[in-house]
């Protein structure tokens, strides 16, 4: 575990989620599936769609930033950095960053994007510790968002069934109390990269009538592949980081897992010794949101948070990326 003078705390967190509610009986209607077979295979009942014209991710990233400032009672001016993990971002240029920092004021602000699969927010909130630490920065807000339904093709009963659309925001400020983000382990291999990615709209493959009419421009995924990687190596380290830090399973309040799929999230528990009772589990209601999910989780169970109360969030995503951040709650 590093040890800092000032370590980079959660003071506040966020989130939002659109109103349309896609269930998998109305999946059902659209590809050769039903609600059992999504339900034993992922655990997901349903997702949220961002519906309308001209509705980008940043949509869910500003709606979960200005909830967060009102909650903290923050000054968008005083937001000194401003962090977006996204693997949809509105247009490939400006960040979405940019747009959902002067969208709520945060005109003092630098702002970027982070693309690390659904392993992002773990690197956007590692990256907004390391301001934190070196004193460069006293407030920086965090996003992790995705609109997952902008690159799904809802003929593809495999990929289809998995994404939905949401985020949320977390402040980090300054702790000298030993709470906040107390330690981190993250990996990336690109050697998975062809199992799980997007064939056509980068530079290599521009967009064009072709790429277009094959169905390139989509989540491309084997799913049993990734499935193998993502089951070992998110609980691997995971149980590195519990090890790490000394950490016995009773130590632990809550694991906070990336919502991909349910199976995933009990090995990883089982692996720590973790019982179900203090693993967050949204992914029935939403699905797996990218960078969206741990945020929501997050969200969700801030109620049954205890300051001091020892927290392993872990994810895995497409790149491949994974890791695990072990920090205390800090209210």
Known sequence: MKKHDINAAITGIHAW???HVLTNAALSTMVDTSDEWITARTGIKERRILK???QGTSVIGIAAVNGLLAKTGTDPKD????VCATTTPDMPFPATANIIAHAVGAGNAFSFDLQAGC???LYGLTTGAQFIETGRCRKVVVV???KMSSIIDYEDRTTCIIFGDGGGAVLLEPSHEGVGVLDAILRSDGAGAPYLHMKAGGSRRPASLETVAAREHYVYQEGSTVYKFAVKSMAD??????ERNHLNPDDIAFL??????KRIIDATAEKMGIGQDRVMLNIHKYGNTTSGTIP????????????GDNLVLAAFGAGFTWGAVYLKWAY
């Open 237 to 242: 380290v995971a149980v590195k980081i519990m």
């Open 256 to 261: 906070v897992p990336h919502q991909a799929n």
């Open 296 to 307: 929501l989780c997050l969200f969700e169970y801030e109620d049954r948070l205890r300051e």
């Open 17 to 19: 989620v659109p109103e």
């Open 79 to 82: 937001i000194d950095l401003l």
């Open 119 to 121: 392993s992002g927010f």
């Open 52 to 54: 309308g014209d001209d």
């Open 144 to 146: 992790g968002a995705d």
